[in-house]
């Protein structure tokens, strides 16, 4: 386990623990009311899905939730519209979007942004088609892993 990974996974734990004790932790994770209100004002788009989000998401979704206050009034709109827009996908949309974020995280820096201002130099109706390309790609993964 990387050294980052660790002091995640530490401080994650040491959350939990804060916030609902072991036996949040060890139900998946916190409810909602163990949630501080700054935790749930950064999480509100998530509201309606947390109880039934897996114990690992949650830690996640808590690790956004600390950079909640040190961001700008437009970072904080920023990240509540992603999280609508997240919380509105099909399971197979989610893990197709992880996957993705995990390659592009992979990729130096330099690269995920020219690969940004290439995708927002684009005009709309490419945007909207590039959109709907990916869903039929997530259609048929999801018919493939049916069979």
Request: glycine content about 4%; overall charge positive; proline content about 6%.
């Amino acid at each position: 386990m990387t050294t980052r990974r660790y002091l995640f996974v530490a401080a994650a734990g040491a959350a939990m623990l804060l916030i609902g004790g072991r036996a949040a932790a060890q139900s998946g994770g916190p409810t909602w009311s163990q949630l501080t209100p700054q935790q749930r004002e950064a999480l509100a788009p998530l509201a309606g899905e947390w109880a039934r989000m897996p114990a690992d998401r949650k830690l996640k979704w808590l690790d956004i939730a600390s950079k909640y206050p040190r961001m700008s009034p437009e970072g904080k709109a920023h990240l509540h519209a992603r999280m609508s827009e997240f919380s509105k996908l099909t399971p197979e949309q989610r893990q197709t979007a992880r996957e993705n974020f995990q390659r592009a995280y992979q990729l130096p820096r330099e690269s995920r942004e020219s690969a940004v201002q290439q995708y927002q130099a684009l005009p709309d109706d490419r945007k909207k088609e590039l959109s709907e390309r990916s869903q039929r790609k997530d259609t048929a993964k999801a018919t493939e892993k049916k069979k």
